[in-house]
């Protein structure tokens, strides 16, 4: 099983996404590793968009 491609950046996003530590990342099944980062990407996208309803909101 070969390792997952990752940059450092993005490593340290998932393990703070997933609230575990960086090392864990490592061993991780790659089927995991996926889905936890499609579940991240979701979450980050979803979040600018709640930002702009709340500001047009208070104007």
Partial sequence: M???PLSAE???KLAAFMK???EHLMHMPQHIMLQKLAEMAK???AQ???DTNN???NA
Wanted: proline share 11%; aromatic share 0%.
């Fill in 48 to 50: 600018p968009a709640a």
């Fill in 43 to 45: 979450a980050e996208a």
């Fill in 55 to 57: 500001t047009s909101e």
């Fill in 10 to 12: 993005t490593a340290q």
């Fill in 20 to 22: 575990v530590p960086l």
């Fill in 2 to 4: 070969n390792r997952m």
